[in-house]
């Protein structure tokens, strides 16, 4: 009942080269295009999905793994921590009162290089990328 038919089809693709090979192009393209196009959009409708209040308990808890595990205190003098610091209440100072929910923490990681995170609870962490770019806003 058409099943022989569906099998013959299989058969002809299991013996042909060429259509071997159409059908592995065709499964890469359709693959690729999930992984640019779907993945962000399915991404993009998670993110909004999850409550405010979990995607900053998930922030919290990230940054305390992180600080457990690859960072460690800051190498950055007590003077230049104060000055970054002074820079940095400038930047809030010109953000409305709902978006000023960051706080500025100093450590090093030579696991992870110099980065930059920016979690929804508030945290910003960073090494010569951020300090270089408080240097920008002073000047």
Same mark, same amino acid.
């Given at each position: 009942?058409?099943?022989?038919?569906?099998?013959?089809?299989?058969?002809?693709?299991?013996?042909?080269?060429?259509?071997?090979?159409?059908?592995?192009?065709?499964?890469?393209?359709?693959?690729?295009?999930?992984?640019?196009?779907?993945?962000?959009?399915?991404?993009?409708?998670?993110?909004?999905?999850?409550?405010? &209040?979990?995607?900053?308990?998930?922030?919290?808890?990230?940054?305390?793994?992180?600080?457990?595990?690859?960072?460690?205190?800051?190498?950055?003098?007590?003077?230049?921590?104060?000055?970054?610091?002074?820079?940095?209440?400038?930047?809030?100072?010109?953000?409305?009162?709902?978006?000023?929910?960051?706080?500025?923490?100093?450590?090093?990681?030579?696991?992870?290089?110099?980065?930059?995170?920016?979690?929804?609870?508030?945290?910003? &962490?960073?090494?010569?990328?951020?300090?270089?770019?408080?240097?920008?806003?002073?000047?």
């Amino acid at each position: 009942m058409g099943g022989g038919r569906f099998f013959s089809r299989v058969h002809r693709f299991e013996t042909s080269l060429k259509l071997a090979g159409l059908a592995l192009l065709l499964t890469g393209i359709v693959v690729l295009t999930f992984i640019r196009f779907a993945i962000p959009v399915l991404a993009e409708r998670m993110a909004y999905a999850i409550p405010p &209040s979990a995607e900053i308990r998930m922030g919290e808890e990230a940054f305390a793994f992180l600080d457990r595990s690859v960072f460690t205190e800051t190498g950055l003098p007590e003077w230049r921590q104060n000055e970054v610091r002074g820079l940095f209440a400038r930047i809030l100072s010109g953000m409305s009162q709902d978006q000023r929910n960051y706080r500025l923490i100093f450590r090093e990681s030579n696991a992870l290089g110099p980065t930059r995170w920016r979690y929804r609870a508030g945290l910003l &962490s960073s090494r010569m990328d951020l300090w270089n770019w408080l240097i920008r806003m002073r000047s």
